[in-house]
Nanobody, 130 residues
Framework: QVQLQESGPGLVKPSQTLSLTCTVSGVTLGNYAVGWFRQSPGREREGVSYISRTSGDILYADSVKGRFTISRDNSKNTVYLQMNSLKPEDTAVYYC???????????????????????WGQGTQVTVSS
């Protein structure tokens, strides 16, 4: 049974930093790519960042490029999202997701498309407010 658990929720002020952690169990994380997504009220789930199995390929949404950094430690079955220079518009519930991305390949989706992933965490709230 694949389970993902996000941690690191918080309330921070604009320009501050927050780090999220995604711990995966039930699979060997080194065999899977991981994506981070976010969703705020009234908006669709948005792809934030992606990291391939060996960290060889990394993607960021334009809205977070240069501010967020994704990384992974396969020995700990963990993926991290370091968020710097946070803005109020970064406020959302953040989710991590994983899977073998067969759907992505079959339907020619992108790694930042939520439909590419099979397994999801329950989400963690990030609020950026002064």
């Amino acid at each position: 049974q694949v389970q993902l658990q996000e941690s690191g929720p918080g309330l921070v002020k604009p320009s501050q930093t927050l780090s999220l952690t995604c711990t995966v169990s039930g699979v060997t994380l080194g065999n899977y790519a991981v994506g981070w997504f976010r969703q705020s009220p009234g908006r669709e789930r948005e792809g934030v960042s992606y990291i391939s199995r060996t960290s060889g390929d990394i993607l960021y949404a334009d809205s977070v490029k240069g501010r967020f950094t994704i990384s992974r430690d396969n020995s700990k079955n963990t993926v991290y999202l370091q968020m710097n220079s946070l803005k109020p518009e970064d406020t959302a519930v953040y989710y991590c997701a994983t899977g073998d991305l067969a759907i992505m390949t079959t339907y020619r989706l992108t790694p930042l498309d939520s439909r590419s992933y099979d397994y999801w965490g329950q989400g963690t709230q990030v609020t950026v407010s002064s």
